[in-house]
């Protein structure tokens, strides 16, 4: 067999462009791919997207891939293949805290780089109802921790109860898998649209802080029945979490729910070991994550260290002084964080993921793509689309969704309408979820100052070309 020069990632990752030449990985092979970016049947833009790293994940979406002959045409450029320390994370600078972050997806838009936080491009949000784990969007406040899964240990603590000490073997074992298709949204998702209107204090998130996946592992509730749980007799507790990462002062990230959802069986509140049907990948948890259903993703506290049962809300400034909305004129000279209640249950979202903003679309037929989710397990009945900025409206097509229990996913949508040449449009969306909850129609009236909430109706500006 010939011998193949070495690369790491980062250097694949350096060619995304024809004139840097084109190059994707497979497996743990590399390929230059510059000359069949025009010959691509799904047009040379879809396979831009992959430039610069793995194919999996876009293999996942497009399912026409996974066949040997594309493989073998895929032979055909084959220039080197991965360095073989490339699996394990890079070789620590030791100052740098985030030296040991893992590789990403380079596909992925990146607000902050350390800490990590990145969403995937809208037209890919679509593509799939479940979002392939190299694509799902990545919140991360701290560096990303590494964690020896055999000495791997979850602190559980109940008052009253005895405290068990799990590790990732019992944690598969002792209790009974339990599975849940679940959107996350962070709170800031579509913060850039709030910041429009006026400053806010925040990662500038476009409409990609959203994303779906399979959950799999062990229902929180059965955990704390194992700890020793005892009836809290009607009284407000609360469920505490806290993560592996921490800052350069040992401050961790912690969130808590409380004690009554984790409780009761149909909020499937888990702790995760799988995304779909694999272990976590390390920027969403591993080994474990817990996943609440219906509520703010700040809750869903990563590389879970500790879960305590306690008469309070989490100490965290994540719970105590962030994720809270306000009334617009509230500055930072006169926020006080502690008038406004967590944010749990998030209200009725929607957007459009195509086309793009200032995009030119061709006369004829235009297909209008998005997604639609809302907090609390509550359904997306409808979603209504204009053309014309809000003036006239038509019911979208809700794409059919495998669903069990309460609607803790999204619900991805399509119009086709009749578009004639020279038109500008206003393209805009707004759902209704089973409560009857709509989405408000402008940014002014629900702008705050950390830009959380942000779910006004979603305009998209196109014009129709000939
Ligand atoms: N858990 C830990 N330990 N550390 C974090 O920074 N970020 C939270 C939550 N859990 C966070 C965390 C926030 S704000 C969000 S929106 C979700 O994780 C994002 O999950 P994801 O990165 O898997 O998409
Ligand atoms: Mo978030």
């Known amino acids: 067999a010939p011998q193949y020069p070495r690369y790491t990632r980062a250097e694949v990752s350096q060619h995304r ?4 030449r084109v190059w994707v990985t497979h497996g743990s092979d590399v390929f230059d791919v510059t000359d069949f970016v025009e010959l691509h049947p ?8 992959a430039a610069g790293g793995a194919l999996e994940p876009f293999w996942a979406l497009y399912a026409v891939h996974s066949q040997p002959h594309v493989l073998e045409l895929l032979q055909e450029y084959k220039v080197g293949e991965l360095s073989p320390e490339e699996a394990a994370p890079p070789p620590g600078d030791t100052r740098d805290p985030f030296a040991g972050d893992p590789p990403r997806h380079p596909a992925l838009r990146v607000n902050s780089l350390k800490p990590f936080n990145a969403e995937p491009p809208p037209e890919l949000l679509t593509q799939s109802f ?17 964690v020896e899964p055999g000495s791997y240990r979850l602190r559980v603590e109940v008052p009253g109860g005895r405290s068990l000490s799990l590790s990732l ?10 599975e849940v298709t679940a959107t996350l949204q962070c709170a800031g998702n579509r913060r850039s649209e709030m910041s429009r209107v006026r400053p806010v204090k925040g990662l500038s998130w476009d409409i990609g802080a959203i994303s779906t996946a399979r959950w799999a592992g062990a229902r929180l509730r059965d955990v704390l029945l194992a700890a020793g749980l005892a009836n809290k007799n009607g009284q407000e507790w609360h469920v505490c979490f806290e993560g592996l990462d921490e800052d350069a002062s040992g401050t961790r990230y912690g969130a808590s729910i409380p004690l009554e959802r984790a409780m009761d069986p149909r909020a499937e509140v888990i702790l995760a070991y799988e995304m779909n049907g694999q272990e976590l990948p390390r920027d969403h948890g591993f080994p474990v994550r817990v996943v609440v259903p219906g509520v703010v993703g700040a809750r869903s506290v990563k590389w879970l260290r500790s879960v305590e049962v306690s008469p309070a809300e989490s100490p965290s400034h994540w719970q105590q002084n962030d994720y809270k909305g306000f009334c617009p004129s509230v500055d930072w ?23 793009r903003p200032g995009a030119a679309v061709p006369e004829g037929e235009i297909t209008v793509r998005g997604y639609a989710w809302s907090g609390g397990g509550r359904e997306v009945i409808r979603v209504d689309v204009s053309l014309d900025g809000g003036r006239t409206w038509q019911e979208a097509e809700l794409c059919p969704r495998p669903q069990r229990g309460r609607a803790w996913a999204w619900a991805l949508w399509e119009l086709r309408a009749p578009v004639a040449a020279g038109a500008r449009l206003e393209l805009v969306c707004k759902a209704v ?34």
């Open 17 to 20: 462009t024809p004139s840097e």
């Open 42 to 49: 799904g047009g040379p833009d879809k396979i831009l997207l």
């Open 130 to 146: 479940l979002t392939p784990n190299e694509l799902f969007f990545t919140r991360n406040h701290l560096p990303v921790p590494s």
């Open 169 to 178: 073997a019992e944690l598969r074992q002792r209790f009974p898998k339990h």
């Open 333 to 355: 000279d006169s926020v006080d964080f502690q008038k406004a209640p967590a944010i749990q249950e998030l209200p009725v979202q929607s957007a459009i993921t195509e086309p």
């Open 433 to 466: 979820d089973r409560g009857y909850n709509g989405q408000p129609d402008s940014v002014e009236g629900i702008w705050n100052l950390r830009g959380v909430l942000s779910n006004a109706w979603h305009r998209v500006p196109v014009t129709v070309t000939r």
